[in-house]
T-cell receptor
Framework: GQNIDQPTEMTATEGAIVQINCTYQ??????LFWYQQHAGEAPTFLSY????GLEEKGRFSSFLSRSKGYSYLLLKELQMKDSASYLC?????????????FGTGTLLAVQP | DVKVTQSSRYLVKRTGEKVFLECVQD?????MFWYRQDPGLGLRLIYF???????EKGDIPEGYSVSREKKERFSLILESASTNQTSMYLC????????????FGSGTRLTVV
């Protein structure tokens, strides 16, 4: 079956670093995505990992370990505008499908 | 800038009504998807479409149907709306050979009373 787990909520301080973890179980893994979603808005693409290792993009980095079924999103120099939900999603290639399976999201609150 | 447009931002319908949610993309994408998003449950896939006139059931298709008569438009139909279909509905699209994820629309918050 498919299972994606991430913490429900996290709180961090402006200027700090926060790491949001995601673990997954899927039989047809072909990439892991992180999306950001502000309240009442559409999810927007942040990062994509298909090979093990760290992908860095400005203040945001994402890490993947396929053998452990584990990823994290690292946010540096936190800003108030980073308060949002962060969605972990796995691309599943079982059968003829090519679809994203989402976790329930982690609501990050950045405090002054 | 690429766009996925959902026709309504907010919608209120009565139980038993037939409801149409429209989604249009201007990127010539082959794949289109309908998700619903509920607190504590995340995004769940209702239906998706590989290409024009093609459709596949997702994880929660019961009570829904879809139509893809033109490449740019993917419609979600609630045959007889019920209160448990009150939710945020998100449409997304993707180019078939893209290694990246989806482009999402802004969502339609549907309330069934």
């Amino acid at each position: 079956g498919q299972n994606i787990d991430q913490p429900t909520e996290m709180t961090a301080t402006e200027g700090a670093i926060v790491q949001i973890n995601c673990t997954y179980q899927t039989s047809g893994f072909n990439g892991l995505f992180w999306y950001q979603q502000h309240a009442g808005e559409a999810p927007t693409f942040l990062s994509y990992n298909v090979l093990d290792g760290l992908e860095e993009k400005g203040r945001f980095s994402s890490f993947l370990s396929r053998s452990k079924g584990y990823s994290y999103l690292l946010l540096k120099e936190l800003q108030m505008k980073d308060s949002a939900s962060y969605l972990c999603a796995v691309r599943d290639l079982r059968g003829a499908t090519n679809k994203l399976i989402f976790g329930t999201g982690t609501l990050l609150a950045v405090q002054p | 800038d690429v766009k996925v447009t959902q026709s309504s931002r907010y919608l209120v319908k009565r139980t038993g009504e037939k409801v149409f949610l429209e989604c249009v993309q201007d990127m010539d994408h082959e794949n289109m998807f309908w998700y619903r998003q509920d607190p504590g449950l995340g995004l769940r896939l209702i239906y998706f479409s590989y290409d024009v006139k093609m459709k596949e059931k997702g994880d929660i298709p019961e009570g829904y149907s879809v139509s893809r008569e033109k490449k740019e438009r993917f419609s979600l139909i609630l045959e007889s709306a019920s209160t448990n279909q009150t939710s945020m509905y998100l449409c997304a699209s993707r180019r078939r050979d893209s290694k990246y994820g989806y482009t999402f629309g802004s969502g339609t918050r549907l309330t069934v009373v």
